[in-house]
T-cell receptor, first 114, second 113 residues
Framework: GDSVTQMEGPVTLSEEAFLTINCTYTATGYPSLFWYVQYPGEGLQLLLKATKADDKGSNKGFEATYRKETTSFHLEKGSVQVSDSAVYFCALAGLHAGAQKLVFGQGTRLTINP | SAVISQKPSRDICQRGTSLTIQCQVDSQVTMMFWYRQQPGQSLTLIATANQGSEATYESGFVIDKFPISRPNLTFSTLTVSNMSPEDSSIYLC??????????FGQGTRLTVV
């Protein structure tokens, strides 16, 4: 079945550092890919998405490119801030299942120190 | 977007008891989803709640353990029955934004002692 594998955390960085959180997936066909973020005490929020190969999703300085050849959707940010501290989830929506069956990675806890 | 209110936000319960989690959405939606996030694990879909019909459960989840109500298009409840420490998790409800995206509540953090 479909699955998502995320870089294990926790990840701790200093402010203004470069961030990469790796995400790879296994799926039938070409799923839609997402990054969700969960700030402390809040629900999951959609951070960015890509629906087809070579698409780049971006939001709040974060970017991720849908790489079909490597089945990856790595999250990057050039200069992180303390406010980026949160748990990040990579997810996919299967071709036929859609929003009903989002498949999530295990989450990566990111802490940014001033 | 949608505003989803989930209650309670957290609870500590005795084993053998049951807890009902409420999910209220600020707009009418056909489908509502319930997820579980066990400690250190990813989110797993428990069931899909459709108004006017019985919930559809995923493999590994049964109605006797996780009964769901969906009395109208803006509200749903999930009950965790006869709880054990293994049920300690975060439970989240969500609604679809589009056919591929979902919007989530803030979750209910349940600890069973």
């Amino acid at each position: 079945g479909d699955s998502v594998t995320q870089m294990e955390g926790p990840v701790t960085l200093s402010e203004e550092a470069f961030l990469t959180i790796n995400c790879t997936y296994t799926a039938t066909g070409y799923p839609s890919l997402f990054w969700y973020v969960q700030y402390p005490g809040e629900g999951l929020q959609l951070l960015l998405k890509a629906t087809k190969a070579d698409d780049k999703g971006s939001n709040k300085g974060f970017e991720a490119t849908y790489r079909k050849e490597t089945t990856s959707f790595h999250l990057e940010k050039g200069s992180v801030q303390v406010s980026d501290s949160a748990v990040y989830f990579c997810a996919l929506a299967g071709l036929h299942a859609g929003a009903q069956k989002l498949v999530f990675g295990q989450g990566t806890r990111l802490t940014i120190n001033p | 977007s949608a505003v989803i209110s989930q209650k309670p936000s957290r609870d500590i319960c005795q084993r053998g008891t049951s807890l009902t989690i409420q999910c209220q959405v600020d707009s009418q939606v056909t489908m509502m989803f319930w997820y579980r996030q066990q400690p250190g694990q990813s989110l797993t879909l428990i069931a899909t709640a459709n108004q006017g019909s019985e919930a559809t459960y995923e493999s590994g989840f049964v109605i006797d353990k996780f009964p769901i109500s969906r009395p109208n298009l803006t509200f749903s409840t999930l009950t965790v029955s006869n709880m054990s420490p293994e049920d300690s998790s975060i439970y989240l409800c969500s609604v679809p934004l589009t056919n591929t995206e979902a919007f989530f509540g803030q979750g209910t953090r349940l600890t069973v002692v």
